[in-house]
């Protein structure tokens, strides 16, 4: 078999920085940060809130540095941190309450791309108004590309479970985009679409 190379590389990168290299931690937190902020920033709406906790989670990840197993990626490792360190940001805040219910185009290039960033728009705006686990949850597989077996190692949850979050985080914004749409643009008041 052979051996994968992020994890050789995560295991020197650990080594080094567990022999006192603050360079190799550097480089850590250069090849997790922006991970690390996408679920900061899906999990925690206040900006200077938002900077404590990534220097909180990246002083946690350093002082546990010597716990990591190498069962996982790194980076996964620092995701699990920065989760649950956000997960406990909002249960302090009172934020969080599970299972808390969720309110609910021919174009030429130049057409296109408005579109596209119209759209791009729209669908920020409908997932910031989603709770914030189902807006990481989002996050983490459609633009982290991680699957479920990572976001489940970085939530603690089974595949199972994460899987029926996503399920529920993409009908939430299904739901809220078309209340946007019916309501204010596509279809006249009343035409919901439901039989």
């Known amino acids: 078999m052979i051996p994968d190379p992020d994890k050789l590389a995560d295991k020197q990168l650990v080594h080094r920085a567990l022999s006192g290299d603050a360079q190799a931690f550097g480089i850590i937190i250069g090849n997790t940060e922006k991970l690390v902020a996408q679920i900061v920033c899906r999990m925690v709406s206040n900006v200077e809130d938002r900077k404590d ?11 546990s540095l010597g716990l990591f197993k190498h069962g996982s990626k790194l980076s996964t490792w620092i995701a699990q941190i920065s ?6 940001y909002l249960r302090r805040k009172k934020l969080f309450y599970p299972g ?18 119209e759209l791009a728009g729209i669908l920020q705006a409908g997932m910031e108004k989603l709770q914030p686990v189902y807006r990481t949850m989002l996050t983490l597989y459609h633009q982290e590309e991680l699957s479920y077996g990572e976001i489940g190692e970085i939530t603690g949850m089974p595949e199972g479970t994460v899987k029926n979050y996503l399920f529920r985080a993409r009908k939430a914004l299904k739901e809220r985009l078309s209340w946007y ?12 679409g439901d039989g």
């Open 100 to 117: 808390e219910p969720v309110d609910g185009p021919g174009q030429t290039t130049a057409d296109g791309q408005m579109y596209r960033k």
């Open 181 to 192: 749409y019916g309501e204010k643009e596509m279809k006249p008041r009343g035409d919901d």
């Open 53 to 63: 906790l990534a220097q909180e989670i990246y002083l946690k990840a350093y002082r």
């Open 83 to 88: 989760y649950n360190a956000c997960m406990d």
